[in-house]
């Protein structure tokens, strides 16, 4: 008789059928004999609906009303899920972030989770009840309600495995778990049996979007294993587990590809020492992240500055980094938006400098140029011209067998 | 500087327009100096809304489940209304029924407050703060959320106004005030400016809906000043105060009506020592609440015996008093739910005996007969056939002179 966490997400909960369904899903689970801790996301939908209604009453809304307002969703899919588990002939019993002893930082809509006092779980587990946590809030220290934002719900549900020791955090979704690729963008893209969490992370950060990266980096330091699979079939799904549990560990596991970011050039800046740290230093206080950097050298004292930022932070950047240049008596400085980054990803890849090389020859024979590299122990990522995406994609999935059953492993490149 | 109490009913806060509105409004005694709490209702038509997707779900949905989905009604209605607010340049907090500190009995979906600590919002309205707090619940000793039942945010306002020594509470709804009588029934009844608490109690429990009857007894016990008014009229509405408050005192100052009861005549009942308590004594254990009682003694030992009970319980009345009747004896058992009970109600009628008799001329010259009366020290009610309701209610209004300017009061009769 262990602790099982599942969590389900809006689409899951979208109706009072789909409630039902879930429903019948987790009673399955305690029938076997196991506790269950249930964490729910809002009916899909209902979120944006409440946000909606702020907006249109002002322009800023206030960020502790906002967490006061949209952690109803939460509250509303908890409470309907525990009177369908009734209707099945369950005890079954909701409880809000506070009540679940979720104690967050006062960051409102992006609060995180400090402390969890499981002691009413438990009590309730006891008592034989389903317990459904409303997922994506908690209590700051003065009481008030936050929320944890977007994907908050997954950070919930792995927060409490890791409080309650539970044998497994179940995320349900509505695709059938981690994919090698976007299957929308590849058709060959196949579903991955287990997957490292620092693969997850870099997926996650990379653009896959099946899991909240914070959620991830939770599992990773209390170990919590996670299943993510899907609400409307009964197959396994992924696992995401630490890397050692992986007994056969690919080269490449992954591609992942991220179309938010615009690449800034500036030219003909004077190479001195701290150059860089003059350009960069006022970007990063203006909250603008910077991803890849990459700089020339020229033989006449010049050198060229590129990078990456966010898309949406692409303008304020632009006016920004030209003033900056300007002052430190640059040439010019050249933006470009139709760029896109796509990755490999894998735990292997760490002791085969082949990987690089493969991906690089790969994207030259579909003649995709390369605008940047980045690298890390277990991704490389190469900044391409936009409309490469899918096929870079595509390019990259087969030329690390991705396709097939049995993808190439560590020793055999 | 005083503490103003608001409450806002559905209606008044019904779409985001009529939110805007109340802040509107809210904001202009904030602007007087005034410190104001603010209870609001579930915008109209979401407590139907969620209770409606409870029902689909489950039959008899559990009490502890529904108080957790509709308290989230309110919940919006005051993080919408702070939203609002801001937007207008207040400074506004809301606060849920645990964080304005509403403790109450664990009776779910029918709690009764307990005990208020105002601690919190004191310290917002020292910090100049509107503070709006979700009506109609609180949180039982043991973590839960619990509602008031219907009608409940009343409660919560009047208790608010006693806890933080509020000059007044004023309860805004889409009426101007409270009434003579039905102004749908009677179109001369007229906008009282006073009304005492023990009146307003008689009014509400005789059908008048203008306020909840739990709060109309609080604001006695605490001696609130309740003001009933329009959202959205500025005009002075009814204030609900104490009777020595009233400088002149009305013999008769309402006329309600309810068609809400069901009579039952037991027939041919031997009249023995405790025959009433063998009858009523059963009902009363199935919670069913009798109401108007008579008893008429025959010579030949027997006796009739004539009650009403509420309208939704007569089916299982009859049932069961027939059972009980046939063990006691009785000839038969007759029921009738065609009826309806009109009452006048003034606190000036206590040292004026000649009120009923007032009454029974004005109904019997328009040929309606009572077939029950009862009596207390500032009303007479009339159970009469229920077609002849409206005829009474008018007759009746014009009897007490009601539809002048100045009825009589009591040293003129």
């Known amino acids: 008789m262990a602790i099982v966490v599942q969590k389900y997400g809006g689409t899951s909960v979208g109706t009072l059928e789909k409630i039902k369904n879930v429903a019948r899903r987790v009673g399955k689970v305690k029938d076997e004999g196991h506790d269950v801790v249930v964490v729910l996301s809002a009916m899909a939908g209902e979120t944006d609906r409440l946000i909606d209604m702020a907006h ?11 967490d006061m307002l949209v952690s109803t969703g939460e509250q509303v899919s908890v409470s309907l899920f525990c009177l369908a588990a009734q209707g099945l002939g369950y005890k079954a019993r909701s409880l809000l972030g506070y009540q679940a002893g979720i104690q967050t930082s006062r960051l409102h809509t992006k609060a995180r989770i400090k402390d ?3 002691t009413r779980l438990r009590q309730e587990l006891a008592q034989g009840q389903i317990v459904a946590v409303a997922g994506f809030q908690g209590l700051d220290r003065f009481g008030d309600i936050t929320t944890l934002g977007r994907g908050g719900s997954d950070t919930t549900a792995v927060a409490l495995a890791a409080a309650l020791g539970a044998e497994v955090c179940e995320i349900y979704t509505d695709v059938p778990g981690v994919f090698t690729t976007d299957p929308g963008v590849c058709p060959e893209a196949r579903k991955m049996d287990y997957i490292s969490y620092d693969e997850m992370l870099e997926m996650a950060s990379l653009g896959a979007k099946v899991l909240d990266i914070r959620s991830v980096a939770l599992a990773k330091q209390f170990q919590v294993p996670i299943h993510v699979r899907s609400t409307f079939e009964d197959t396994e799904g992924t696992m995401v587990v630490n890397e050692e ?3 056969e560990k690919l080269m490449v596991s992954g591609v992942a590809y991220n179309k938010n970011e615009a690449r800034i050039t500036v030219r003909g800046l004077p190479d001195q020492p701290g150059v860089a740290a003059k350009l960069f230093t006022p970007v990063a206080e203006a909250g603008i992240v910077v991803d890849m950097i990459i700089q020339n050298t020229s033989a006449d ?13 692409f303008t304020q950047a632009m006016n920004l980094v030209t ?8 040439a010019d400085v050249l933006g470009q938006t139709d760029v896109a980054k796509v990755s490999v990803i894998g735990v292997g890849m760490h002791t085969h400098a082949g990987v690089a090389t493969r991906m690089f020859n790969a994207l030259a024979q579909e003649n995709i140029n390369i605008d940047l ?3 890390s122990e277990i991704k490389v990522s190469c900044l391409i011209n936009e409309k490469y995406t899918e096929l870079a994609v595509r390019t990259l999935h087969k030329a690390f067998e991705l396709d097939r059953d049995a993808p190439p492993r560590e020793e055999t490149l």
Not at 302 to 309: H, P
Not at 323 to 330: C, I, S, Y
Request: proline share 10%; no cysteine; net charge negative.
């Open 116 to 118: 969890i006092d499981a």
């Open 245 to 247: 549990k992986i007994a």
């Open 323 to 330: 003033e900056l240049a300007t002052g430190l008596g640059a």
């Open 301 to 313: 004292g010049l050198t060229d500055m590129t990078f990456t930022v966010p898309k949406v932070d």
């Open 56 to 66: 249109d009453l002002v322009p800023e809304p206030d960020p502790r009303e906002m």
């Open 373 to 375: 590299i980045s690298t």
